[in-house]
């Protein structure tokens, strides 16, 4: 097929998906579990209104629930794709209704904090295998997701100690064949290297882009105008959704301070070789970091067009 | 035309263009000025015998010469496309085989620092117009460059004060016809819009790679196959040209270490707000930091579509 998903399943999955919010990541769950026949029926939830009739007319779901304990009822696979800070909520609220065998799992980009919350609220019946797809873009919304977000991207597994492993494989079944790759890790683990990899690349892109706007000196108009010269780049994860990125920083507090102190650390150090006049020093640090672009690319990781591949200034015409 | 740079010129704005140095920037000036005819014959220098070669090879210019002062000799606009850190030499080399009444140009990231080693070895006969064209690919060599790269970019002027007004319209008429939008600008605030909006981003993209390389807690091959988190968008920049780079750093030195602190500031104030789990502070600034990307787009200066329109794992078929 030329989304490069394959061809649907003869079978379903499961025979009934809830999903649990509706943005970015909760709608391209419904969308390739639709396309690729993950589930027989998919029924989702969502506590805005206007994401309920947006869902309706883009038809992302056989039944779309203003209640979310109503979506899981019936319901043999659960994801919940809310913010962190909401999972321990919605995990209260849907607890009793939640059928017994049933897999629980959720979207979390944090997981520590989001086991915490949840795993108190399930029954002893529920199998509960937190999972992260590490896949997105700067948008947000059910209109922002597209089913092959999750192709050749990596969804993480962080069942913690004791968790069925018959649950843990069918919940892998479920996200290989939506076009991930998947990987266990220990949850704690999962929070240090999403830190690095994630948390704080957004921390930073949102501080610099906050900078920028804040100067004296050089005016707004101007940062948008040169921002080709690199600050743009920035402005992208600076764009994503604000409610998601509170969360994000709220419940992995502990790994974030930890890796933004190693990035304080070697940037006061690099700071020094400015000051120093220091160009051995910058050069070779500069040379090191081209290797892991190198690598990245690679393992398709990322696109080996120059300049992500982007075409610019065309929208204007000239 | 298809590549939106408008037909060729009825006639060559120059007699002779002269390019030293045939990495992106010298490459792409070659490869603009040809196919929109904006000199009757373009001779170009390179001191590495590979990059001749491939001149050559590409059929980048007329004249492929290996002395920088043989290809001066009778031009009408030279532009040194080197690193900022070798313009005082190259300026040096040629001073005393510069044509009475031509101009000369520099591509330079930095305005100051370049002003100050080029002015002493122009002679009096000679127009000194310093220019940045704010355009790049994180490439580097002949081989990168392309005639589009300036197209819907701006160029940045930035004549001394007293310099021959006719000269800086005739260069500015020649970026103009290179597809670019020109600005004038006192160097002195050129080099501070820059530090913000092209070295310090260029900086901390630099930093952080630097700083998941050397993470002992999480390995290399980690933070690799988990960058699409958002790490990845930094490598780009930081796979740029490590000589440029570390010339730009020693040369625009006060300006970054400015920038640089104010970045910092905020940083150490965001830090605390995760610290102190201040989630009203955090929503603020990730609310805000929406808005600069909404600008850059509306200029032309970045591509409204998602993830910078990228398509990757596509590389790896599946």
Known sequence: MPDGLGAPLPAPLFQRLAIIGLGLIGSSIARVARRKNLAGRIVVADRSEDVRRRAVKLGLADTVETSAASAVEDADLVILCVPVGAMGGVAEEIGPHLKSGAILSDAGSVKGAVITAISKRVPASVYFVPAHP?????????????????????????????????????????????????????PAHHDLVLAITSHVPHLIAYNIVGTAADLETVTQSEVIKFSAGGFRDFTRIAASDPTMWRDVFLNNREAVLEMLGRFTEDLTALQRMIRNGDGKGLFDLFTRTRAIRRGIIAEGQETAAPDFGRRTGEENGS
Do not use: H, Y
């Open 134 to 186: 590490v896949a997105g873009t700067e948008e947000s919304g059910p209109d922002a997701g597209f089913a092959t977000l999750f192709r050749n991207r990596w969804c993480i597994l962080t069942p913690p100690e004791g968790t069925d492993q018959k649950a843990v494989a069918r919940l892998a079944e479920f996200w290989t064949a939506a076009g991930a790759n998947v990987e266990i890790m220990n």
